[in-house]
RNA sequence: GCCCCCAUAGCUCAGUUGGAAGAGCACCUGACUCUUAAUCAGGGUGUCCCAGGUUCGAGCCCUGGUGGGGGUACCA
């Protein structure tokens, strides 16, 4: 490596001592390779066009020298072109200089286009200018970047050698401005809230603690952004959605990344049932419009988003994959022991069905499903069902066993919501660390009055993997969460 | 947190029973003016993740650690 790099340092001076800046400020291109593969791609095997002159810069990928001539490849973030640079068209010096550019380099190319023998759009080099020298070596061409770790610590490498992966990325870029497209179109406001709160609330997760000095105190990175957004709804702002980080102090999988990506939007004067029309419209679209159908893959299965999307209680779908009937049975916790699950005794039945739901249900849950009518004590912040005080309105959305969205009735009873704001507090001093803390200003908004609101919350990591077929979240994140690295020089 | 798996050249990988380091690409030197995993001739560039241990001898066996992956627990 060592040696590699010091050719590389010795190419860099001599570079310097012929009086070649390595590192220009800019280049005027006129194409990107795309457009030149496209614009010429009816040209005959042999055929030279005339006034075909281009400009285009990007990266080294190939050489392969013969001499007097030379093809390389060159990456622009269209994609990759052949250059054609010979001896007799650019002369002595400049072939000299050709000869010694090491792939990783970037240039400018100028020139004419034409189809070689073997039938390639190729520019034939007349000028080139060094844009930027590199001093490491990429990867081999040819089995490209494996390596994991060095995928996602060095994501830029991974980048530049594996073109699905890019295509990973455009695709979320994609589909979050189809998401603002949308809700834009549908009068929604995007705004930011906090992401350092003196009280952490939305959800039930231990927060990252920070601190302010000036303050003298301590601050949590969020770990949603709810209150705040259904702040905005009392302040009037009927219709609003912040795509942004949201941070969890807890495990790492193939699902959970310490920060995610969310986006969380209020309705006013709806319910959940507008809401789950909304996330249906939403997702299909983006579907269509990203991948052109509605018939899916996910690793392995093949899924069919198209609408209306399947409706099932908590209730039913546990009595349809596991076969309990959970209003029949009288020991709740006796039947998950028998099912397999381990539970400690803390637990209240509530819990039980959640995590009964979790291990068998989840999984089944492949083909777009909302689960719906959750348990109230699940859900302290949603409106309970109007025939059933202990169910909340409240649906989450299941494709490919992924968890992609949660949303409900926003509760806007002030003096109900500050009750069960203190049943959490008393969770927490029973030890349960991740439960709601009260938050007396968002109380206080409430009491000034908040219209009726259905609040929805997607992850739009969990999207991406869904529309990317990625099975890990860390695939669809640009860096994900690692232990640091020792850099040496 | 616990369990399992992985770590060898810049990259992708091989390395037998414990006998002292290998290939392809990349790189370096040279040849070659339509190649495309260019070709031809020559060159091995290494903290075998780290620290101990066993052994006459360790890339290989043992112990501990570091980093990564997967599973599980916790967690929307």
Excluded at 200 to 229: N, S, V
Excluded at 251 to 269: C, D, R, V, W
Aim: glycine share 6%.
């Amino acid at each position: 490596m060592e040696e590699l790099i010091k050719v590389r340092h010795e190419k860099l001076k001599r570079l310097r001592e012929e009086k070649i800046e390595p590192y220009p400020h800019r280049y005027k291109i006129t194409h990107k390779a795309r457009e030149i593969l496209e614009k010429y791609k009816k040209l005959k095997i042999g055929e030279k066009v005339k006034g075909s002159k281009v400009s285009l810069a990007g990266r080294i990928m190939s050489k392969r020298g013969h001499g007097k001539s030379g093809f390389a490849h060159i990456m622009d973030g269209s994609g990759k072109i052949q250059v054609y640079t010979k001896f007799d068209v650019v002369g002595e010096k400049k072939y000299d200089l050709y000869k010694k550019l090491d792939i990783g380099d970037f240039i400018g190319v100028e020139g004419r286009i034409f189809k070689t023998k073997t039938g390639e759009i190729t520019v034939l080099v007349e000028d080139f200018t060094l844009l930027a020298k590199s001093l490491r070596p990429l990867p081999e061409k040819w089995h490209g970047l494996k390596d994991v770790e060095m995928r996602f610590r060095q994501r830029y490498i991974d980048l530049i050698m594996n073109p699905e992966v890019k295509e990973v990325f455009l695709k979320r870029s994609r589909i979050t401005s189809l998401i603002r497209e949308f809700l834009d179109k549908k009068g929604f406001l995007e705004i930011e809230t906090p992401m350092m709160q003196p009280i952490p609330g939305g959800a039930a997760a231990t927060p990252f603690i920070t601190h302010h000095k000036a303050l003298h105190r301590d601050l949590y990175l969020r770990i949603a952004p709810e209150l705040y957004l259904k702040r905005l709804i009392v302040g009037g702002m009927e219709r609003v959605y912040e795509i942004n980080r949201n941070f969890r102090n807890e495990g790492i999988s193939t699902k959970h990344n310490p920060e995610f990506t969310m986006l969380e939007l209020y309705q006013a004067y709806s319910d959940y049932e507008d809401l789950m029309e909304l996330t249906t419209e939403l997702i299909a679209k983006i579907a269509k419009e990203v991948l052109g159908t509605l018939k899916i893959e996910y690793q392995g299965e093949k899924i069919d988003l198209k609408t209306p999307w399947k409706r099932l209680t908590l209730k039913s779908a546990i009595k349809k994959y596991t076969k309990l009937d959970i209003d029949k049975v009288k020991d709740i916790k006796k039947e998950a022991k028998k099912m397999g699950l381990s539970l400690e005794e803390v637990l209240t039945d509530t819990q039980v069905i959640d995590h009964i739901f979790k291990e068998f249900v989840e999984p089944k849950l492949i083909q777009p499903t909302f689960i719906i009518d959750y348990p109230r004590e699940l859900s302290p912040l949603a409106k309970a069902k109007k025939n059933n005080p202990n169910l909340a309105e409240r649906f989450e959305l299941f494709i490919g066993t992924l968890e992609l969205a949660n949303a409900y009735s926003e509760l806007n009873d002030p003096i109900l919501q500050r009750e069960r704001l203190k049943e959490q507090l008393a969770l927490r001093w029973a030890g349960s660390e991740d439960a709601h803390m009260m938050d007396e200003d968002f109380l206080r908004a409430l009491e000034y009055g908040m219209p009726p609101c259905a609040g929805l919350g997607i992850g739009i990591d969990r999207l991406v993997m869904l529309l990317t077929d990625s099975p890990s979240i860390r695939d669809v994140i640009l860096f994900p969460h690692m232990r640091p690295e020792k850099v040496g020089k």
